[in-house]
């Protein structure tokens, strides 16, 4: 069956550092990616697209990769900040229209 | 901007009741979802809706319905509510077609005693 991974234990950097998340897929190969912020208490919030034929994506201080070979899309954030603190979650589809989504890795950044 | 609007942040039913938690969007958009999120399960699928009075089952279905009657509001509905149950319910919706984003409500925290 289709199985996403992120890295389920927290991930503390400092600030000014570059974070790097990982989403790991198996038994399947989708045609795009997306990530999403999530705050506590809060319904996640959409970040970045990526498709299949895109490496790289970038939205500001936001990269994201997709490496298919791999089965693997990597999240980074440059120059992090402590407002950059929360769960982000890797949501490849679930099928047609739908988005499923990994458990997601909480991002803690230390002033 | 888009807006979801879940009619709850926080609800207590108890065993064995009837429980409806309603979800509006204002953009006009043809899909929508209901998720629950539990800790250490992530966010998984309920229903989908892709079309008024459609509707397709997600991951895990059992112990909930769902009504679609209007394209702009989704119910998803416990027809006997159980402890099982208590979670995070998330309700969403997307523009049709591939590769767009969904927007997600507030969430409605839902506790079953």
């Known amino acids: 069956s289709q199985k996403i991974e992120q890295n389920s234990e927290a991930l503390n950097i400092q600030e000014g550092k570059t974070a790097t998340l990982t989403c790991n897929y198996t038994?399947?190969?989708?045609?795009?990616l997306q990530w999403y912020r999530q705050d506590p208490g809060r319904g996640p919030v959409f970040l970045l697209l990526?498709?299949?034929?895109?490496k790289e994506k970038r939205k500001e201080r936001l990269k994201v990769t997709f490496d298919t070979t791999l089965k693997q899309s990597l999240f980074h954030i440059t120059a992090s900040q402590p407002a950059d603190s929360a769960t982000y979650l890797c949501?490849?589809?679930?099928?047609?229209?739908?988005?499923?989504f990994g458990t997601g890795t909480k991002l803690q950044v230390i002033p | 901007d888009v807006k979801v609007t879940q009619s709850s942040r926080y609800l207590v039913k108890r065993t064995g009741e009837k429980v409806f938690l309603e979800c509006v969007q204002d953009?006009?958009?043809?899909?929508m979802f209901w998720y629950r999120q539990d800790p250490g399960l992530g966010l998984r699928l309920i229903y989908f809706?892709?079309?008024?009075?459609?509707?397709e089952k997600g991951d895990i279905p059992e112990g909930y319905s769902v009504s679609r009657e209007k394209k702009e509001r989704f119910s998803l509905i416990l027809e006997s509510a159980s402890t099982n149950q208590t979670s995070m319910y998330l309700c969403?919706?997307?523009?049709?077609?591939?590769?767009?984003?969904?927007?997600f409500g507030q969430g409605t925290r839902l506790t079953v005693v």
């Open positions: 990526i498709r299949e034929n895109e």
């Open positions: 038994n399947y190969s989708p045609a795009y």
């Open positions: 809706s892709y079309d008024v009075k459609m509707k």
């Open positions: 953009m006009d958009h043809e899909n």
């Open positions: 949501a490849p589809p679930g099928g047609y229209q739908k988005v499923t």
């Open positions: 969403a919706s997307s523009l049709g077609g591939a590769f767009t984003e969904a927007f």
